[in-house]
């Protein structure tokens, strides 16, 4: 995997990589450009052929989304996650799907929940699971998802929550 | 609470459109006419629920009640995970259908929803579809925490936390998840309180078809069928 990154790195603008675990890499493409050679790259000539996920990170203080595309060499059992970054505030995507099909089902999902755009996928547009939703995509950190719940639904009275650590310690050492 | 942000403010002002195929549209015929077709007042009755009075003789209405109690047949309608609690009731072990109680696959066939756990707004709008379909007299129970209070999902931007305000409810049957024999003893309460005529979820529904309404529309918005669906 070392080695792939190595060659990788003269060609395309990699950050540092995550050795996670054996069989698991992940590494920053910090050139948004790059990013579909390096998929079509690494699908037909280094063997990554199946997109496992695509999924996003929202990193609200940076800033940035951050796209994962995980992808995997079934022969060699060897998974790599490319990530790329976004700016928050244009969160326009490139899309993959004629790279991988399945891709786009992932960009119709990241549209709804994250309200990251990816002009040109089929029906990215088209409600995923939500229905007749107007306010912030729901995964958005700065979408308080408790209290649009407390501004939405009405709450039964007497309802009651325990802290789990004064519970058991309580529980445990009754006399303090 | 801790973990709220207070400024969160939710958006009450867009509304949703309506679905292209709903809105009004108008159809010129071969011979010059135009017809304005509106889809969600032309295909559908428009007439609300009614109240079902009950007998005036006490000894008749109490007979109604005991026949009623004794035919309990349930829609085959499984939301959130109690569905699965359901399926031993089916069973050579629990056998429900030695009280009466059986499973059928249409609205139009069954008079108990059974409500099986937690109810998405999604879901919500399916299951208000369903039961304004189911024949009168009916009954609603809600099986679980997240019918009563929300339960786990009492911050879920998604999941509605009374279903009470929704649909009338009959009985509650607490748990998470409630087991078999939870819901045998719940049928049984049910079964009472059909003889003791308190079974009178679908008039509540009737008298109070406003507040429902209002309240179902408060967290559907793409509300995109008729207003009672028979």
């Not at chain 1, 929940?113 to 700065?142: A, K």
């Not at chain 2, 919500?124 to 997240?146: D, F, H, N, T, W």
Request: glycine fraction near 6%; hydrophobic fraction near 35%; proline fraction near 6%.
């Amino acid at each position: 995997m070392r080695e792939l990154i190595e060659r990788l790195t003269q060609r395309y603008q990699l950050g540092a990589p995550t050795f996670q675990r054996e069989g698991l890499t992940f590494v920053d493409l910090t050139a948004n450009d790059q990013l579909r050679s390096i998929l079509l790259e690494l699908r037909d000539k280094e063997g990554f052929t199946h997109l496992t996920l695509l999924t996003a990170v929202d990193w609200l203080e940076e800033g940035r989304f951050q796209l994962t595309y995980l992808l995997n060499n079934r022969a060699a059992n060897q998974t790599l996650g490319v990530r790329v970054f976004l700016d928050r505030d244009v969160a326009v995507g490139e899309t993959i799907h004629d790279i991988w099909p399945t891709a786009e089902t992932y960009q119709r999902e990241l549209r709804e929940m994250f309200g990251i755009d990816f002009p040109g996928s089929p029906r990215v547009n088209d409600e995923f699971i939500l229905e007749g939703w107007t306010d912030l995509p729901p995964y958005r950190r700065d979408f308080d998802t408790l209290a649009y719940s407390q501004q939405t639904f009405r709450d039964r009275p007497g309802r009651a929550t325990t802290d789990p650590r004064a519970h058991m310690k309580h529980k445990l050492y009754p006399e303090g | 609470m801790k973990d709220m942000d207070k400024s969160f403010k939710k958006n009450t002002e867009t509304e949703f459109p309506l679905r292209e195929e709903l809105r009004p549209y108008t159809v010129t015929a071969p011979d010059g006419q135009v017809i304005e077709v509106d889809p969600l007042k032309d295909y559908f009755c428009e007439e609300p629920p009614k109240v079902h009075r009950k007998s005036y003789v006490r000894i008749v209405e109490d007979f109604y009640n005991w026949a009623r109690a004794h035919s309990l047949w349930i829609l085959g309608f499984g939301t959130g995970c109690g569905a699965i609690e359901m399926r031993p009731l089916m069973t050579p072990r629990f056998d429900a259908y030695r009280y009466g109680i059986q499973w059928r696959p249409t609205p139009r066939q069954a008079n108990l929803m059974v409500i099986s756990g937690y109810l998405s707004v999604k879901t919500l709008k399916r299951a208000i579809r369903a039961y304004e379909q189911m024949p009168s007299p009916k009954y609603v129970v809600g099986l679980g925490s997240c019918t009563i209070n929300g339960g786990m999902y009492w911050d879920s931007y998604n999941t509605i936390k009374r279903l009470d305000d929704y649909l009338p409810v009959d009985l509650y049957i607490a748990g998470c998840m409630p087991r078999p024999e939870a819901l045998l003893a719940g049928f049984m309460d049910l079964k009472k309180l059909i003889r003791r005529g308190e079974g009178e979820g679908a008039n509540r529904y009737a008298e109070n078809f406003d507040w429902y309404k209002e309240n179902q529309k408060a967290v559907i918005k793409d509300w995109d069928m008729p207003e009672y669906n028979w």
